[in-house]
């Protein structure tokens, strides 16, 4: 694997160069990352991330399901 985890390290970190996609994927992300944080404070709230995952175009019920497993925060080691 490409990936390890280092003792104390709260994050990923690849061991080698970054694939090839990498810099594509973090456009990407920062793309929608600015979308969801409309007021451009670094932070998306509940209701701004509500928003968001409307543009998905899936339905209120579909919604609250996929994100009810994001919001259990018991195995979190944030």
């Not at 456009?27 to 509940?46: E, Q």
Request: with cysteine.
């Amino acid at each position: 694997s490409r990936r390890r985890r280092e003792e104390g390290d709260r994050g990923w970190r690849l061991r080698g160069p970054p694939p090839p996609w990498a810099e594509e994927h973090q456009r990407i992300y920062t793309d929608w990352f600015v979308l969801a944080d409309p007021d451009g404070d670094g932070r998306v709230t509940g209701a701004n991330a509500t928003k968001f995952l409307a543009m998905s175009g899936l339905s209120l019920a579909d919604l609250k399901q996929v994100s009810e497993p994001s919001a259990d925060t018991s195995r979190c080691h944030c």
